[in-house]
């Protein structure tokens, strides 16, 4: 069974720019979140998707946002880039949803790197 | 809000040794509790989780858990450290929302471990 796939792993993005970061989840599972992982802040809860439809959403401002499409991928999206948004963005799995002791599965990552 | 407190940033052991990573978590009522390990480079693994079902969890290479609602802790420890032990740990709580969940992380842990 593939575990959860992110792409690319590696980015670099000038600021000012917009990038899009892809999840496959593993195979059945219908949840998907995102987190962001820096030195600094750690890893911090982006948003979860389920269903497509987006559920929680963490403290970040407007300019990240995600789908899921109906086969259960996912995509993030930053707008207009800034420094701050350097980091290991962490795409996780889990069925079912909405239960608190569900394990995540998590993928590799993809390291942004803002210029 | 659920939170949870890394109180070592960083801990160092001689292999053979045993290790102690030490967690405490803020909740309001029966939390669900992970910790996860991550490996330089890597995704996220999950080494074990508590759910209530009892109070010491075991989990996988040798790793385990004591879960005390008196203490609010949650430490994980493993009797014998191996150089490949060597790695970022992660307390974190699985925190229910208006719709899904969410995971806290926190801060977490590095573990070093010398010959």
């Known amino acids: 069974k593939a575990g959860v796939t992110q792409t690319p792993r590696y980015l670099i993005k000038t600021r000012g720019q917009q990038v899009t970061l892809s999840c496959s989840p593993i195979?059945?599972?219908?949840?998907v979140s995102w987190y962001q992982q820096t030195p600094g802040q750690g890893l911090q809860f982006l948003f979860e998707?389920?269903?497509?439809?987006?559920?929680n959403k963490g403290n970040f401002p407007g300019r990240f946002s995600g789908r899921q499409f109906s086969n259960s991928r996912s995509e993030m999206n930053v707008s207009t880039l800034e420094l701050g948004d350097s980091a290991l963005y962490l795409c996780?799995?889990?069925?079912?949803?909405?239960?608190?002791?569900?394990?995540?599965?998590f993928g590799q990552g993809t390291r942004l790197t803002v210029v | 809000a659920q939170s949870v407190t890394q109180l070592d940033s960083h801990v160092s052991v001689s292999e053979g040794t045993p290790v102690l990573l030490r967690c405490n978590y803020s909740?309001?009522?029966?939390?669900?509790l992970f910790w996860y390990v991550q490996h330089p480079n890597k995704g996220l693994q999950l080494l074990l989780k508590y759910t209530s079902a009892a109070t010491l969890v075991k989990g996988i290479n040798g790793f385990e858990a004591e879960f005390k609602k008196s203490e609010t802790s949650f430490h994980l420890t493993k009797p014998s450290a191996h150089m490949s032990d060597a790695a970022e740990y992660f307390c974190v709580v699985s925190e229910s929302r208006q719709a899904g969940t969410a995971l806290i992380f926190g801060k977490g842990t590095t573990l070093s471990v010398s010959s």
């Open positions: 996780a799995s889990s069925q079912p949803p909405g239960q608190k002791n569900t394990e995540a599965f």
């Open positions: 195979s059945g599972h219908r949840s």
């Open positions: 998707y389920f269903s497509e439809t987006q559920r």
């Open positions: 909740s309001s009522y029966s939390p669900s």
